[in-house]
């Protein structure tokens, strides 16, 4: 049976007092107390990668970027630069929707970018708004933000409030259904 692989260390949660202060760094707790020594220390997020234990970096320059991912040395909740990269892949493995969306979005064609005919391509607005459009239904339906009309029973972006409380969408709306 295979193991899975450890990425992230353990943090320590003992206090690390300073010597002019007797306060530790991170909680600011006093080594006076007596109790201190038996309670863990209650670290605050990392301010660096807010408790990710990852940062997406720029590893290259304005002219020439390159993006990478890399531990976070702040507070080095993963061993090396390999393990951050592979908890944030595993990640997101772990969220399948929400991947098949993202190689969804990144699959249309950009505008101005080289079309299969080799020519940039160019959308007319209509189809670039219908694009959108089934875009943010799609996200919302992945966020389980998307409605659901009281009238068709369809999943829709949005819905319209009525004033004896139904909530319709724009399709019923525009039909007269209520």
């Known amino acids: 049976m295979n193991q899975p692989k450890k990425h992230r260390l353990e943090q320590p949660a003992e206090h690390l007092f300073s010597p002019h202060t007797d306060l530790c760094f991170y909680c600011g707790e006093s ?3 007596d ?6 220390c209650n670290r605050p997020c990392c301010k660096s990668c807010h408790g ?15 993006y990478a991912i890399e531990r976070c040395d702040a507070c080095a909740l993963y061993e090396n630069d390999q393990a951050a990269l592979e908890a944030v892949v595993e990640t997101a493995k772990s969220q ?39 875009l943010i239904l799609e996200a919302r339906q ?3 933000t998307a409605e659901e009309c009281d ?26 259904q209520h």
């Open 35 to 40: 109790l201190i020594e038996n309670t863990p």
């Open 142 to 144: 992945v966020l389980g």
């Open 96 to 134: 399948s929707q929400l991947l098949q969306f993202v190689t969804k979005v990144s699959e249309l064609t950009h505008e101005g970018e080289s079309g299969d005919d080799g020519q940039p391509f160019n959308p007319t607005s209509e189809d670039a708004i219908a694009t959108l459009n089934a």
């Open 31 to 33: 080594a006076q107390d």
């Open 151 to 176: 009238e068709c029973g369809e999943t829709v972006p949005y819905v319209i409030g009525c004033p004896d409380g139904a909530e319709i969408c724009q399709e019923c709306f525009d039909a007269g």
């Open 52 to 66: 990710q234990g990852w940062l997406f970096c720029n590893t290259g320059n304005d002219q020439a970027p390159a």
